[in-house]
């Protein structure tokens, strides 16, 4: 795509600058006004709190956690899809609120989880995959068709498949239609929201190897989102684990997974149920579930359910402070 | 293991179903059996056959599906000759069941309470009080704290995890001898997938169940199951204890599926994973030869047109393969040093 220069106009809608992180999150929250019933009055819900980040070219960047821990919340802020209501969001150096909705769309594509619900069941691959081209209007139908019949051969599609519909196509297929179609507009950023959380684990494995090739190809920067830890220590640089919305360590993926050091982390990655035989279940000690995020606790937020807990842990929020390479943000490293 | 610790016990179970184009044969030929307090685990692709095995057991498969097997006995009982009425009394009372979302497996407009009551008195347990308290007992073995407050509310008010915790205290009301958990914990995050298994595993020995546990989840199976077997087009492709299974597997089809999972400190970054070529074959009409030939990389002439037996090594322990277990075994080390450690 990148050597392609049949497609000016893609071309000069791309104004990489090498020297600025592709994404970059200063002090990043986004509260929503929750209405808890007819009459009473609305509570805020920090999804996000106060997370900074940087997202460097070429790089995978995976975003860990529970569900209701902000991930996806984070991931449509970095998609422009809702604007934080607190920081600023920086793509290419230049803050996301002043990008136009159409640039950022040309910089940051999504491929979303659920590739049974993402894809309009009445219209065809080809239209699927083209129909960022026609919304940006680019190109005539010709090379639009043709255009389509590249990206299919490069995610591995069939091209006999241009004129079938989507509930014609298995999971992996259809997740190779998503990739396609956020490939098109030759975005540098990919945000992949649990990709392969729907597949079988051998069409999990296709896939991973497909998002690594294209990613090797093009120099693409996905953010990578996941609950599956096995899968983000395979395919990730870098990893954040975030837990009620905050960022809570952050680090190169090997580091902080093979050695984590918050006790969150920690669990996190006792869980994981490797095929190992030998090894029972894990022993979770931590208790059940994320608190209610309306009314999270005092202190540190993870202290109700952490096992290293000391004082002061139930009353004051514990800063995100560098911890050899690495940011952790526990009382325990401060 | 003696015949009356037996509690599920399968030969040659067969489903056919007549689908316009012909028949499908999503189930062939596989025997399991299950005893007390054991766990056998069931892993293969999605359009395996895993969910028809275990509908065909809970005779729940669809009106055109025709289900042939030349034994199927709970506790010893033949549930061949049963008929529908006969086996209504036996679901939900000697066989449970746990499914994969519990949001819709859960009746959304009745309570909890009365959704885990309705099964014991169905099945004459005991009146309307008895089952109050045996749900409120149920629901603090599988640690739901305030279960009173609980019983009173809709699944809607409850959580993923705490919804299968009640998924599970339902299945256990009536003290099944046999559990079927079809992806319990599919739907669930890490934290919690590994939280309700140990519940689910606590349960077990403390009521003595057998469990058949369903799952793609390679490192569910691993860790919970005391054997495995593997499904692939329908066919038992291999069994075995999970560590036979795990340490040496021996179809080419379960070390495939094996190299598919990334392992945290085996699978490097800069690496690819294996995979299986291909896609699951349809099943329609008139199989011959190896189901799995067009994805296997030791694939040969004579894979095509012979039928392929089930090779027993040892009593439990077996592959439905042409090759030699020899020539299975090497074949993983070798892959693993050149695919996946870099």
């Avoid at chain 1, 795509?1 to 929250?29: F, H, I, T, W, Y």
């Avoid at chain 2, 099944?176 to 319990?184: Q, R, T, W």
Wanted: proline fraction near 6%; glycine fraction near 8%; charge should be neutral.
């Amino acid at each position: 795509m990148k050597n392609d220069s049949s497609n000016p106009q893609v071309q000069s809608a791309r104004k990489p600058n090498e020297e600025l992180p592709a994404l970059e999150c200063k002090n990043v929250g986004r509260t929503f006004m929750i209405g808890k019933g007819f009459l009473s009055s609305k509570k805020p819900l920090r999804a996000v709190d106060d997370v900074s980040l940087k997202i460097n070219r070429g790089q995978v960047f995976a975003v860990v956690g529970e569900s209701g821990c902000g991930k996806t919340t984070l991931a449509r802020m970095l998609l422009g899809l809702l604007e934080p209501t607190e920081g600023a969001i920086y793509l290419d150096g230049q803050p996301i609120s002043e990008v136009s909705s159409d640039m950022i769309s040309r910089k940051v594509q999504p491929v979303f989880q659920d590739p049974y619900s993402s894809l309009n069941p009445r219209k065809t691959i080809e239209s699927i995959i083209s129909l960022p081209l026609r919304v940006h209007d680019i190109g005539t139908k010709e090379n639009r068709l043709e255009r389509v019949s590249e990206l299919m051969r490069l995610v591995g599609l069939p091209n006999r498949l241009i004129h079938s519909y989507p509930n014609q196509l298995s999971g992996g297929q259809r997740q190779r239609v998503a990739i396609a179609r956020a490939l098109i507009m030759e975005p540098g950023i990919i945000v992949c929201d649990e990709p392969t959380s729907a597949l079988d684990v051998s069409v999990q494995a296709h896939i991973l190897n497909l998002l690594q090739d294209l990613k090797d190809r093009f120099n693409l920067t996905y953010i990578f989102i996941s609950h599956d830890l096995a899968v983000v220590e395979h395919l990730a640089d870098w990893v954040a684990v975030m837990y009620l919305g905050r960022l809570i360590e952050f680090g190169p993926a090997t580091e902080v997974l093979r050695n984590p050091l918050h006790p969150y982390t920690q669990a996190l990655m006792e869980s994981v149920l490797t095929p190992d035989p030998r090894k029972g279940l894990p022993e979770i000690t931590f208790g059940r579930g994320l608190p209610n995020p309306l009314a999270p606790p005092s202190g540190c937020y993870f202290h109700p359910r952490c096992s290293k807990i000391k004082d002061g842990c139930d009353s004051k929020l514990p800063k995100l402070l560098p911890e050899s390479d690495r940011l952790v943000e526990c009382h325990l490293y401060n | 293991m003696t015949e009356n610790r037996r509690v599920l016990d399968a030969k040659n179970l067969s489903v056919e179903i007549e689908v316009p184009s012909g028949t499908l044969h999503a189930v062939t030929d596989v025997s399991l059996h299950v005893d007390k307090g054991e766990t056998l685990g069931i892993v293969g692709e999605s359009g395996c056959g895993k969910s028809i095995t275990s509908l065909a057991i809970m005779n729940l498969l669809p009106s055109k599906a025709t289900r042939t097997a030349s034994r199927l006995q709970l506790e010893g009982k033949d549930l061949l000759s049963l008929s529908e009425r006969q086996f209504a009394s036996l679901r939900g009372n000697r066989l449970g069941m746990i499914f994969q979302d519990p949001m819709t497996s859960l009746n959304p407009v009745y309570r909890i309470g009365e959704q885990l009551e309705e099964v014991y008195i169905q099945h004459g347990k005991g009146n309307r009080k008895e089952a109050k308290e045996r749900a409120a007992y149920l629901l603090d073995k599988v640690g739901i704290i305030a279960p009173q407050e609980r019983l009173s509310q809709f699944p809607h008010q409850l959580s993923g995890g705490l919804r299968q915790r009640m998924m599970i205290a339902m299945t256990l009301m009536c003290e099944p001898s046999l559990v079927i958990a079809d992806e319990p914990t599919t739907a669930l995050d890490v934290t919690m997938q590994a939280q309700t298994l140990n519940l689910l595993s606590y349960l077990q020995d403390e009521f003595n169940m057998g469990l058949i546990l369903i799952t793609h989840d390679l490192g569910v199976v691993a860790r919970m199951a005391d054997r495995v077997l593997v499904m692939y087009a329908g066919k038992a492709v291999e069994t075995g204890t999970s560590q036979e299974v795990f340490d040496q597997p021996t179809h080419p089809y379960t070390q495939g599926l094996i190299q598919c999972i990334p392992v945290p400190g085996r699978t490097s970054t800069d690496g690819r994973l294996g995979s299986i070529k291909g896609m699951v074959p349809a099943l329609i009409g008139d199989l011959r030869g190896c189901m799995f030939r067009n994805r296997c990389a030791y694939v040969s002439e004579k894979c095509h047109a012979s039928e392929i037996n089930f090779n027993e090594i040892s009593p439990g322990r077996g592959y439905r393969c042409l090759l030699e277990e020899s020539e299975c075994a090497g074949n993983l080390a070798g892959n693993f040093g050149t695919e996946i450690v870099q």
